[in-house]
């Protein structure tokens, strides 16, 4: 799975906390499940709850458990079991075969204070989920509390300020950012389209200069064996021409034949006027 695409600081969790899959194993992504801490100061998983995101109250994003493996977030779905829930091939919840868990850092007296959750986290929170969107595709959100009966966390949380939409029945609510309609996911596909668009037109470019370098080269190869020979040849011989001995020869032979001409003038001479007509 790839890497987030925003900051965030790594937890080492114990490998008994969580279930890694083999490497050739996809685990599914079909939901992300929110939590609440219900502690003062920021979690840290233990044999029997763990989570792969952490959003301290400051808006300090945590990565705890590695998404590629399972996190114990949600013992069982037994209040309600969301449609898109699948069976868990591993001995773990079925629903934490297939989600992402987030937890955020607060408990009651955050609540008595007033303040469950602080602008940062919601902050954060609306920095995380496009961005686990656009790494495992678009999928529904819902609260551990909604799942398990024994739990009613995330307390007090404010669902749309954390960019989610109405309550799907059967699924939970998906992020739609600040507006209240699926715009920035839409512009977010429309990137990652684009994105791949021009992955694709730079292979053809490179593809295109691959072939234009194997051209050149094929007519270099077609230069240097059947061109450049002949002109060579031809330029010895000009170099030849210009060679002083030869020269000479030719000098003494164009001579002769001046001479073997004016020879023949006088003869001419000689033999009187030549005849009219
Ligand atoms: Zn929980």
Redesign the pocket.
């Known amino acids: 799975m790839s890497e987030p695409g925003l900051p965030f600081a790594d937890v080492a969790v114990p490998a008994a906390y969580c279930l890694p899959v083999p490497p050739a194993v996809v685990r599914p992504i079909a939901g992300l499940v929110f939590?609440d801490s219900e502690t003062a100061t920021p979690a840290r998983c233990h044999p029997d709850g763990s989570w792969h995101w952490q959003i301290l109250r400051d808006g300090t994003l945590e990565r705890h458990v590695d998404e590629a493996a399972i996190a114990f977030?949600v013992r069982a779905a037994d209040r309600w079991r969301p449609d898109w829930v699948q069976r868990s091939p591993y001995l773990v919840s079925d629903v934490n075969w297939c989600t992402l868990h987030v937890e955020f850092q607060s408990c009651q007296a955050d609540r008595d204070a007033g303040l469950p959750y602080t602008d940062a986290q919601y902050a954060t929170a609306q920095a995380l989920v496009p961005d686990l969107y656009a790494r495992h595709g678009v999928v529904p959100i819902v609260g551990?509390g909604e799942l398990q009966t024994d739990?009613t966390?995330p307390v007090a949380f404010d669902w749309e300020r954390a960019g989610c939409g109405p309550f799907v029945a059967g699924e939970g609510r998906y992020w739609q950012g600040d507006g209240d309609d699926m715009s920035q996911v839409a512009a977010l596909q429309a990137e990652l389209d684009q994105a791949h668009g021009i992955t694709a037109t730079l292979q053809q470019q490179l593809d295109a200069v691959r072939a234009m370098l194997a051209q050149a080269d094929s007519t270099i190869g077609a230069l240097t064996h059947d061109v450049v020979p002949p002109l060579e040849a031809e330029l010895e011989s000009l170099k030849a021409g210009s060679d002083p001995t030869k020269l000479a020869a030719l000098q003494t032979h164009i001579a002769d034949l001046e001479d073997t001409i004016k020879a023949a003038q006088q003869v001419l001479a000689a033999a009187g006027p030549a005849p009219a007509g």
């Open positions: 939590h977030g551990h739990r966390d």
